[in-house]
């Protein structure tokens, strides 16, 4: 994998995971993977991963299962390998500016806009409008406001959430151009500086054990810190149509642990025996999950360590996002 970072200038990067229950390994290849990476080389910059709470309430709206689900994510989070001493990891209620900047982008952003949103037109054909909550509808300027406080450069995140990105985009455009800066001060102009999208060609959409996108939606996920157990179960279970000799769903998920050179020679050796390129996927995904599982058992065992860092996170970004919130009070006239 190349640089992403432009090692000169200081960079910002944010992502956010919703609590919503044990992470996949397709959210592993198609984001996670890459906040650590991203930590790692951006050095000189900040690094932002939060815990999205707020979007999660679409969904969670059980007081005991939101304060486990969240501690999970930053446990996921440590155990991955997110340091804290180089990332800043916090929970979005922790910081009351997201809410906030929501709201004043839902004063500029009309409701066509808002219904060309994907999530919206799935829910839309699920259940119709009568289900669809304001809070699912208002999703993406959420979203947008958790990405625009923090002057965020990158954003690494799976191809599913490449719209939300432009819609912060626009968003932060609208708003530069509605309320520009008196004084000049901030960024060429305009309050909000405008994000990319940082999406990893090769894992943009990675396919559950049905084939279609792993999603916890459609139950066709592995997770990420499986047990042995349940490793070999969800294995056994990847549906194999394929072209009669490469199981391609066995394949597409073994292609995340292994260079695709050496598959193919297995793959290759073990023409039409699906049971026996399911077995080695097996152990290829036990050796990998192992170490983040057993790391992720240790780190569960301090929650202190676990709270203290949410702790800090939350100061961290207070204080960045504070900041802007000043300046854009200043823009719209309520300081
Ligand atoms: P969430 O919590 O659904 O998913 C977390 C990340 O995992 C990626 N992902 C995938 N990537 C590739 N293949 C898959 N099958 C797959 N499934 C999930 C998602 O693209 C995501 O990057 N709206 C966001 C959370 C969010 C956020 C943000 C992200 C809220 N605010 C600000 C970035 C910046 C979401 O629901 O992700």
């Not at 709206?61 to 446990?75: K, Y």
């Not at 530069?176 to 999208?197: C, H, M, W, Y």
Request: hydrophobic fraction near 35%; charged fraction near 30%.
């Amino acid at each position: 994998m190349k640089n992403v970072i432009d090692s000169e200038h200081s960079q910002t990067i944010f992502s956010g995971v919703k609590p919503t229950g044990r992470p996949h390994i397709g959210n592993y290849f198609g984001a996670m993977r890459q906040f650590v990476k991203l930590q790692e080389e951006n050095k000189n910059g900040e690094n932002y991963f939060c815990i999205v709470d707020y979007h999660a309430l679409n969904l969670i709206q059980n007081a005991e299962e939101m304060r486990h689900l969240s501690l999970d994510v930053a446990i996921d989070f440590l155990a991955i390998g997110i340091d804290p001493k180089k990332s800043v990891i916090f929970k979005q209620s922790d910081v009351s500016e997201h809410t906030e900047l929501a709201w004043i982008f839902d004063t500029i952003t009309t409701v066509p806009y808002l219904k060309r949103a994907h999530a919206y037109k799935d829910a839309m054909t699920k259940g119709g409008e009568e289900n669809i909550s304001v809070g699912l509808f208002n999703y993406p300027m959420l979203m947008a406001a958790d990405i625009l406080l923090y002057d965020t450069d990158i954003v690494p995140v799976g191809q599913d959430q490449k719209q939300h990105i432009e819609f912060a985009r626009d968003t932060a455009e609208k708003f530069n151009r509605i309320f520009p800066t008196q004084d000049g001060s901030t960024l060429g102009g305009g309050v909000f500086k405008l994000p990319e999208a940082y999406i990893m060609k090769d894992v943009e959409t990675v396919p559950g054990i049905d084939g279609q996108k792993m999603s916890k939606s459609y139950n066709n996920t592995i997770s990420l810190f499986a047990s042995d157990e349940e490793i070999e179960k969800s294995v056994l279970s990847i549906v194999t149509d394929s072209d009669g000799e490469v199981p391609q769903n066995v394949f597409a998920i073994h292609s995340l642990i292994k260079p695709e050179k050496e598959l193919k020679k297995i793959y290759e050796e073990n023409k039409g025996k699906y049971k026996v390129l399911k077995d080695i996927l097996i152990e290829d995904l036990k050796n990998f999950i192992r170490p983040m599982r057993e790391r992720r058992g240790e780190i569960a065992k301090d929650l202190d360590f676990v709270n203290k860092v949410l702790e800090e996170g939350k100061e961290k970004a207070r204080a960045v996002a504070s900041q802007k919130m000043e300046q854009v009070r200043r823009a719209i006239g309520v300081s």
